[in-house]
């Protein structure tokens, strides 16, 4: 029998707490909130992705609803929920203070402007004058009608496309400036009327079939790290870790049974599914999951190659090789019992979560189908009797944001392709276990202890910032375990605020790896939630807790933070390239640095490109102060490959500059023509093709394509760049080093 493809999507929609715990005593009731994403995300993300699902009846999805942020929606829906922009935005426009005009100007932008902000000309207007004309500008000059209009279009903005069609909605839009008070009130209305849509809407289509929902341990937490903090050390035997282990298994089935809980009394069933927070897994954390009555959980492919001890390599195509291992659930057997897992294949997800939002909606949509068709053969061609099940699971809200529309058009094209394609199945992971139970098993102790990230918990442990936090976790954990006579039921504030400071959330923002312009305001909520269990305890609280967990400010040399997706227009545009490694080359460092014609370099990938951007000092022009070559050459290490040197005079003989190279591109500062090519036999360059893009203005900034360098997924490459006039050597940069690669 030749079976479909099935395919389970899963959708994970989570918010941390951004409620201060100073407030109020417990997570249900009315508090400040600190930052305002479950409100915006709400109006935005988390309806309209099912709404556009439902209108294609045969698709069936998984979503995750994380305890967490259902409380925090029903907060908003009940109207006792206030963050710092939705005070301003219902302040009186001849109330508004003066630091709250500060607080406008700087914070009622946030989000991808591209998306956001562009396609509405009142709002364009108003960040155009921030962006050039400067924040002291605009505070100096802006009337109120200005700070009333801005006030608005942020909150309209976060209204998804699929709700314009709404009359009052429409009409905001076509009325794009002059707002009042009034209008911004109704604007508030209509946030909270489409809040209240969320859980009702997937409640009803899990009841008609369409829909599997599943939650998440309670504040998001990581249960392995829970259980002990050691278990960082299982990927990674080198990690510092903290000074004090945690080790607070038994707060592991609290978080479990307060999901479980949730979830029965708002979905009238009980779960079958859990998504592990951050996909973390270990085999000390299975027996709870089971012994809660959950049957599946998932994971990411890196957790389930460090199972097998088989590392998932790529095609040229970007297709998995040995799919049989990865494109099937597995049983985990314990002595507690069994419970289903499956693994994500990490590259569909990644080119939906932040490749194909820079790609036309069709194009994109043609290419994950294309993915998807590729697999359907594999499985055709080989001799399972079992069908295949491809998980593709995401973070179903921040993607969003970087898609046009909304990513309403992909959606559209993909779910169309989807419905009219007879060999691919979508389906929920319940639905498939429930048809084809998994036939193969991994023993509880051969479960890996990793994330989504890397197959580690390097994201959330072992640099010095995120162990601090660790300890200062431990200590509030043990001061409350002092305390027999505070149950849950007795004093329940201290609880919940221990359930707050374990989610992943701060411990993912702490040290490097992740930076938002919000650092502060986590390390305060986090500080804020330990401050809470001493309080309800009536304990004395560390001064430490007093004073920010790390310092923040703007790090300077660092590596990509995740994917970019820069538009090559010479501009240099800030967001673009927020998530960009960069190496800063101005200052008093080495040759090349005296003058710092060049000040800083920056780089990253997507799926389709690697980008590299140069900032110039301000006035320099190429051929007079600034050489007019710039050549990157790319090095392979560890590869059979032929190479040669670099062909331009006077190279020193120093590393890396006696390095051979593979490939090579020219730029032409002053025509911004480009050459590339490819080393061959007897040391020889030969010319090819390229579809580099290259453009020269405020800054020089670079897309190359991977298919220039034919290069497979998952290959390490270094890079070099040299300038040079007329092919004689003039100097090169990063100095004393390469630029590190990995393709993704």
Request: charged content about 20%.
């Given at each position: 029998m030749s079976h479909p493809l099935h395919i389970a999507f899963i959708w994970?929609?989570?918010?941390?707490?951004?409620?201060?715990?100073?407030?109020?005593?417990?997570?249900?009731?009315?508090?400040?909130?600190?930052?305002?994403?479950?409100?915006?995300?709400?109006?935005?993300?988390?309806?309209?992705?099912?709404?556009?699902?439902?209108?294609?009846?045969?698709?069936?999805?998984?979503?995750?609803?994380?305890?967490?942020?259902?409380?925090?929606?029903?907060?908003?829906?009940?109207?006792?929920?206030?963050?710092?922009?939705?005070?301003?935005?219902?302040?009186?426009d001849a109330q508004i203070t003066q630091p709250q005009r500060e607080f406008i100007i700087q914070h009622f932008f946030d989000g991808n402007h591209h998306t956001l902000i562009d396609p509405h000309p009142r709002y364009a207007q108003l960040y155009n004058q921030r962006q050039e004309k400067g924040q002291a500008w605009c505070l100096a000059n802006w009337q109120l009608p200005d700070y009333s209009d801005l006030l608005a279009w942020h909150n309209l903005a976060w209204i998804d496309p699929l709700f314009w069609d709404d009359p009052e909605i429409a009409a905001w839009l076509k009325q794009g400036r002059n707002f009042t008070l009034s209008d911004r009130q109704r604007i508030y209305s209509k946030q909270r009327e489409i809040l209240g849509r969320i859980i009702p809407q997937h409640r009803k289509m899990q009841a008609a079939g369409q829909l599997e929902v599943t939650t998440t341990p309670y504040t998001h937490p990581i249960l392995p790290l829970l259980a002990d903090t050691n278990s960082g050390q299982v990927a990674v035997p080198s990690m510092t870790l903290p000074h004090q282990r945690f080790q607070w298994a038994e707060d592991i089935p609290r978080h479990l049974r307060k999901a479980w809980e949730l979830y029965t009394d708002r979905f009238g069933q009980e779960p079958r599914g859990l998504w592990p927070s951050e996909q973390s897994v270990s085999p000390e954390i299975l027996p709870y999951i089971i012994k809660q009555g959950f049957k599946w959980i998932c994971s990411d492919e890196a957790v389930l190659g460090w199972s097998l001890k088989h590392f998932f390599h790529r095609d040229g195509a970007g297709n998995v090789e040995s799919p049989e291992l990865l494109y099937k659930p597995y049983r985990l057997q314990t002595p507690a019992g069994d419970l289903a897992i499956v693994f994500r294949d990490?590259?569909?997800?990644?080119?939906?979560g932040f490749t194909y939002s820079s790609m036309p909606a069709k194009e994109a949509a043609a290419d994950l189908v294309g993915h998807l068709q590729a697999i359907a053969k594999m499985q055709r061609e080989s001799d399972s009797e079992q069908p295949w099940l491809?998980?593709?699971?995401?973070?179903?809200?921040?993607?969003?944001?970087y898609y046009p529309q909304d990513g309403k058009p992909f959606l559209e094209a993909l779910y169309q392709s989807l419905s009219n394609e007879p060999h691919l199945k979508l389906v929920t992971v319940s639905e498939f276990i429930a048809e084809f139970p998994p036939t193969a098993t991994i023993p509880a102790q051969q479960l890996h202890s990793g994330s989504w990230v890397?197959?580690?918990?390097?994201?959330?442990?072992?640099?010095?910032?995120?162990?601090?936090?660790?300890?200062?976790?431990?200590?509030?954990r043990e001061t409350l375990a002092k305390h027999p006579e505070a149950t849950e039921e007795s004093n329940p504030a201290a609880w919940e605020a221990l359930y707050a400071a374990e989610g992943s959330d701060w411990f993912w923002w702490f040290g490097e790896g992740h930076s938002s312009n919000q650092d502060a305001?986590?390390?305060?909520?986090?500080?804020?939630?330990?401050?809470?269990?001493?309080?309800?305890?009536?304990?004395?609280?560390?001064?430490?807790?007093?004073?920010p967990l790390e310092i923040h400010e703007s790090r300077s040399d660092h590596r990509p933070f995740g994917f970019i997706h820069p538009a090559i227009d010479g501009k240099g545009d800030e967001q673009d390239w927020d998530k960009a490694g960069r190496i800063e080359i101005g200052g008093a460092r080495g040759t090349m640095h005296n003058s710092s014609l060049i000040q800083r370099l920056w780089y990253g990938v997507d799926h389709l490109n690697f980008y590299i951007r140069l900032d110039f000092k301000t006035g320099v022009v190429p051929g007079k102060d600034l050489p007019e070559e710039l050549n990157l050459l790319w090095f392979y290490p560890d590869r059979t490959m032929?190479?040669?040197?670099?062909?331009?005079?006077d190279v020193p003989d120093i590393a890396p500059l006696?390095?051979?190279?593979?490939?090579?591109?020219?730029?032409?500062?002053?025509?911004q023509s480009i050459q590339f090519q490819e080393a061959g036999e007897h040391y020889q360059w030969h010319p090819r093709f390229t579809r580099a893009q290259v453009a020269f203005n405020n800054c020089l900034e670079i897309a190359i394509p991977w298919a220039d360098l034919q290069i497979p997924p998952d290959y390490p490459l270094r890079l070099v760049l040299v300038?040079?006039?007329?092919?004689?050597?003039?100097?090169?940069?990063?100095?004393?080093?390469?630029?590190p690669i990995e393709v993704p």
């Open positions: 994970h929609q989570h918010q941390p707490l951004y409620k201060s715990p100073n407030s109020g005593v417990s997570l249900s009731t009315s508090q400040h909130y600190r930052l305002p994403w479950v409100r915006l995300h709400g109006t935005k993300d988390y309806l309209d992705l099912i709404l556009i699902l439902e209108k294609y009846p045969k698709l069936h999805q998984t979503v995750n609803l994380v305890p967490s942020l259902i409380l925090q929606l029903e907060d908003y829906i009940a109207g006792t929920a206030f963050d710092p922009y939705l005070t301003a935005s219902l302040t009186p990490h590259r569909l997800s990644d080119l939906i491809v998980t593709i699971a995401l973070d179903g809200e921040n993607c969003w944001e890397d197959g580690s918990f390097t994201t959330w442990i072992g640099d010095p910032a995120k162990n601090r936090a660790w300890d200062y976790l431990t200590h509030a305001i986590f390390d305060q909520l986090f500080r804020e939630h330990l401050l809470g269990i001493y309080k309800a305890l009536n304990e004395p609280a560390p001064s430490y807790l007093r004073q032929h190479n040669s040197p670099i062909p331009i005079a006696n390095y051979h190279y593979h490939h090579h591109l020219e730029i032409n500062l002053l025509t300038l040079a006039d007329e092919e004689r050597y003039r100097d090169y940069l990063p100095e004393n080093g390469l630029i």
